[in-house]
């Protein structure tokens, strides 16, 4: 116990009280992670074909010089997400090109998704309900593909895709690694991308029209508008972001696939932590495993 001090005719002083600790604060450098850091202070590159191009010629080694490639994109702003909200900032980035002058904030996304109980944390683990909340708050339209991502379901993707339309895919994804790209984890780090554009390659003198060619990546071609993407593509890639980089990935479809199929089960981790998710019935495997959401401006509703 320390002594007090007294005015010099016996009264006690007492000392004023210390000033209060700062707010703790999640901003705090030993508090974010490391996406988070990584993105502070740099800006995403815009442009529909920008940093597509970037990508194309750093990893030229990657693709066949024996095909002819074909880039569709429309661009999608970046948003870093802060916390378990990876599906709702897919969703917004994807906002942007369904309903570009609404202004519509990811906080409202968040709210909706909490009112209407399709979140408790802000993570999205049924591709239903995400529909469901892309309807209601970008008065879009949604269209749930199921069954995997093969087949007609494939052919529908490059489609959508390729008219310059964003959708959303749940995937298996490193979430600290430096590349996110997609793996197989039984859906133990589940993760949203929203996927604004395709790459195909093709037989050389496969593509007709007019086509601009890119003056720095041989052998890359742009489409003058969106529209039909030529038929019997030997290789796909889709051009993604997420919530945890800025920048867009170029990730091959198979891959992308394989990843979406792989959607099977909660992290053990997450089921002992004490933390409470909103799961469909049926868990993971029966609101993501094989499932992506196509999203367009309902700007018709006489189209079927």
Request: glycine fraction near 10%; hydrophobic fraction near 35%.
């Amino acid at each position: 116990m320390t002594a007090s001090a007294n005015d010099g005719a016996g009264r006690c002083l007492i000392p004023p009280p210390p000033p209060p600790p700062p707010p703790a604060s999640s901003a705090l450098p030993g508090k974010k992670k490391l996406y988070q850091a990584i993105a502070e202070g740099k800006a995403p590159v815009e442009g529909d074909y920008e940093e597509a191009r970037i990508l194309l010629r750093n990893r030229m080694d990657s693709f066949s010089t024996d095909l002819q490639w074909l880039l569709y994109n429309k661009y999608v702003p970046s948003l870093i997400q802060d916390g378990p909200q990876c599906g709702l900032v897919a969703l917004w980035m994807a906002g942007q090109l369904l309903a570009p002058r609404d202004g519509i904030a990811l906080e409202q996304l968040v709210s909706v998704a909490v009112q209407r109980g399709y979140t408790a944390q802000g993570e999205m683990f049924s591709a239903s309900n995400m529909g469901l909340l892309a309807e209601e708050v970008f008065r879009c339209r949604a269209q749930l593909l199921t069954g995997g991502m093969g087949g007609e379901n494939r052919a529908a993707i490059i489609r959508h895709l390729a008219t310059g339309l964003p959708l959303l895919i749940p995937l298996v994804s490193y979430d600290e690694d430096f590349n996110h790209q997609p793996c197989l984890k039984r859906g133990h780090r589940a993760h949203w991308a929203v996927v604004s554009g395709v790459l195909l390659g093709v037989d050389p003198g496969s593509l007709t029209g007019p086509l601009q060619a890119d003056g720095t990546v041989p052998g890359l071609f742009y489409p003058p508008c969106p529209g039909q993407p030529p038929s019997g593509s030997r290789e796909v890639c889709l051009l993604a972001k997420q919530g945890k980089s800025l920048r867009y990935q170029l990730w091959g479809f198979t891959e992308v696939q394989n990843s979406n199929a792989q959607l099977e089960e909660l992290q053990p981790q997450r089921e002992s932590d004490g933390t409470v998710y909103v799961l469909p019935e049926g868990g993971v495997r029966a609101g993501l495993c094989g499932q992506v959401l196509l999203l367009q401006p309902d700007t018709d509703s006489s189209t079927n």
